[in-house]
């Protein structure tokens, strides 16, 4: 099944690029606000699946090109990220430590939405693909051979990063966390349409051009290592994200005007806007292309608008 909000916060199923309002069969769930409502689905799908599903039969479906989708996750409390989590299309000699940060819950944004770039001296701004865990019951200290059953579902994820901050020694906050940095969407999909999250393609496009193009069988620490080792160090809540990471070598520069495309396999395609009031740019080349050019550094250097080096 996939899950997703609409216009005002409606719950809808979708199924064949249209989606149905099935939120009078949730409307029992007490709740302050959308995420009180996807945690409650998330918590109690054993006994709505049905429901749910009869909803979606039963009632008027429209085009999803007619809605506004929203962010399927509007505010979870904990949005994990894995971070240097693939084995780079098998070029790494063994996997880095396992490791990871936290994102801002006002750092979502959704389908449509527009990644906003701050006003800071960094030295590039990225946005990384990834497919991204959704949890579906209440997780803590979880043994890796019983880590799948605690996912609920699965769905893409852009990590917007901030490359070159300074103090090198405060680098995840700053350069993870900002507003706008983590679009999700279009939906949930849930695990039971996942044959295998670890054979899976995932494309991001800029603009119409294929720059990320890699398979989740190339994941260094595994998902349910990952939720072993998360789990380890605090509890995750149903409707919790964990981002799996991604393969680093595609990356490109994220610039205003910008137009990003992600499609996880199974996961539908999610659609962002980029927007820089100060106009920085850089030329457009993957992380991959610079390095074989022999350039120096790990990314290509700014070359115009605010903070860009004096020539």
């Not at 944004?109 to 990834?130: H, K, Q, W, Y």
């Not at 852009?158 to 090198?168: M, N, T």
């Not at 999700?184 to 044959?195: L, R, S």
Request: aromatic residues 8%; contains cysteine.
């Amino acid at each position: 099944m996939k899950l997703a909000f609409f216009d005002d916060f409606k719950l809808g199923v979708v199924s064949d690029d249209k989606v149905v309002d099935v939120s009078d069969a949730v409307a029992d769930i007490p709740h302050l606000g959308p995420q009180d409502v996807i945690r409650g689905v998330i918590e109690r799908f054993d006994t709505l699946k049905d429901k749910l599903a009869g909803a979606a039969a039963r009632g008027q479906s429209k085009p999803v090109a007619q809605v506004k989708f929203r962010p399927p996750l509007p505010r979870p409390e904990n949005i994990i990220c894995m971070a240097v989590n693939y084995m780079e299309d098998g070029t790494l000699p063994e996997p880095a430590p396992i490791n990871a940060f936290m994102k801002s819950p006002s750092s979502v944004i959704g389908d449509g939405d527009t990644m906003v770039l701050p006003d800071m001296a960094a030295s590039i701004f990225e946005g990384e693909a990834e497919i991204a865990v959704v949890i579906g019951k209440r997780a803590s200290h979880v043994k890796a051979a019983d880590a799948m059953s605690y996912v609920f579902g699965y769905t893409n994820f852009i990590d917007g990063s901030a490359r070159g901050v300074v103090p090198p020694t405060n680098v995840f906050y700053q350069m993870k966390s900002r507003d706008t940095f983590a679009p999700i969407g279009p939906y949930i999909v849930t695990a039971d349409e996942i044959k295998d999250p670890h054979k899976l393609q995932v494309k991001l496009t800029n603009n119409g051009v294929v720059y990320q193009n890699f398979n989740t069988d190339d994941m260094a620490h595994k998902i349910p290592r990952c939720i072993e080792w998360v789990t380890s160090i605090h509890t995750l809540e149903p409707g919790d994200i964990l981002a799996t990471g991604t393969n680093h070598r595609g990356l490109n520069p994220f610039m205003d005007g910008d137009k990003i495309e992600l499609t996880c396999e199974g996961c539908g395609t999610l659609h962002i806007t980029v927007r820089d009031d100060h106009k920085r740019s850089w030329a457009r080349i993957t992380r991959l292309a610079h390095k074989q050019s022999g350039a120096e550094g790990v990314h290509t250097k700014q070359t115009g608008g605010k903070y860009a080096p004096a020539k």
